[in-house]
């Protein structure tokens, strides 16, 4: 009961500090008389949901099937490509420079190359989400899997255990914190890499509809498409935290 009142507490005060923030926003707008196409008032940004022209249902639909995809591809590879360095300590030590060397490019650059090779699209956009999230959740949960007592691991050893076995009774339970932890920044990574893809060539998506509002200076559908796109990632964080809750607290319990 308290866990649950502490839980209502901390999420009610999340909610009160939105709401306030929109109020805010609200009486800044009326009050300083600010022009429209600077900052709309809040009234004016939920208007925009009514253009047609807009397509806000197809916009988020496909805004949301790149972050999740990308964030889906990143979160498979990442964790599976980990788990073969920590089977092999030189294909690590070969890769991980590699793989630091290929994140040290602009993904900005890596942008125009995409469009050519994959063309416009959900695709693209997609590959460009899952290659700005890959790397923290590959790095941490390589660190996670090394980050094992290896007195336990020669035990596991000794009474003949299996490689499976072993990462999954003794590697994958020590390095959940850290595979949560990338995971957990890539799920926002995968969100700025998915709206990159769409500025820089898509026909579809909040991002491309940002660029096409704001020849006319539609700042309120601007907005509203800023609000969607957070709104898009913090529903993966979310998801993210409660898998963590439900996997690591179901594990220490097991423990």
């Keep these: 009961m308290g866990r649950n009142g502490d839980a209502l507490t901390r999420y009610g005060i999340a909610i009160l500090a939105h709401l306030l923030l929109v109020v805010v926003w609200h009486?800044?707008?009326?009050?300083?008389?600010?022009?429209p196409f600077v900052m709309p008032s809040p009234e004016a940004a939920i208007n925009a949901l009514v253009v047609p022209n807009y397509r806000w249902m197809e916009n988020i639909s496909v805004t949301a099937v790149e972050i999740f995809g990308g964030?889906?591809?990143?979160?498979?590879?990442?964790?599976?490509?980990?788990?073969?360095?920590?089977?092999?300590?030189?294909?690590?030590?070969?890769?991980?420079?590699?793989l630091v060397t290929l994140n040290m490019?602009?993904?900005?650059?890596?942008?125009?190359l995409i469009i050519v090779w994959f063309k416009y699209g959900i695709g693209p956009n997609i590959l460009m989400a899952f290659s700005i999230a890959f790397f923290p959740i590959v790095l941490t949960t390589a660190r996670g899997l090394r980050e094992v007592e290896p007195d336990l691991l020669d035990l596991v050893r000794?009474?003949?255990?299996?490689?499976?076995?072993?990462?999954?009774?003794?590697?994958?339970?020590?390095?959940?914190?850290?595979?949560?932890?990338?995971?957990?920044?890539?799920?926002?990574?995968?969100?700025?890499?998915?709206?990159v893809g769409e500025f820089l060539g898509s026909e579809h998506g909040l991002g491309y509809l940002m660029l096409q509002v704001q020849v006319t200076?539609?700042?309120a559908a601007m907005f509203m498409a800023v609000i969607f796109?957070?709104?898009?990632g913090m529903t993966l964080y979310g998801l993210v935290l409660l898998l963590?809750?439900?996997?690591?607290?179901r594990d220490a319990r097991i423990q």
């Design 217 to 219: 200076l539609d700042t």
């Design 158 to 195: 000794s009474l003949r255990g299996s490689r499976w076995q072993l990462f999954t009774k003794i590697q994958l339970p020590n390095a959940l914190p850290y595979i949560f932890s990338g995971m957990k920044v890539g799920s926002i990574l995968a969100v700025a890499g998915a709206i």
């Design 27 to 35: 009486f800044y707008v009326v009050l300083g008389e600010v022009r």
């Design 229 to 232: 796109i957070t709104l898009i």
């Design 105 to 112: 490019i602009p993904k900005v650059a890596l942008g125009p």
């Design 71 to 98: 964030y889906f591809l990143a979160v498979v590879i990442g964790v599976a490509l980990a788990l073969v360095f920590s089977w092999s300590r030189w294909l690590e030590m070969a890769a991980m420079p590699l």
């Design 244 to 249: 963590e809750r439900l996997v690591v607290v």
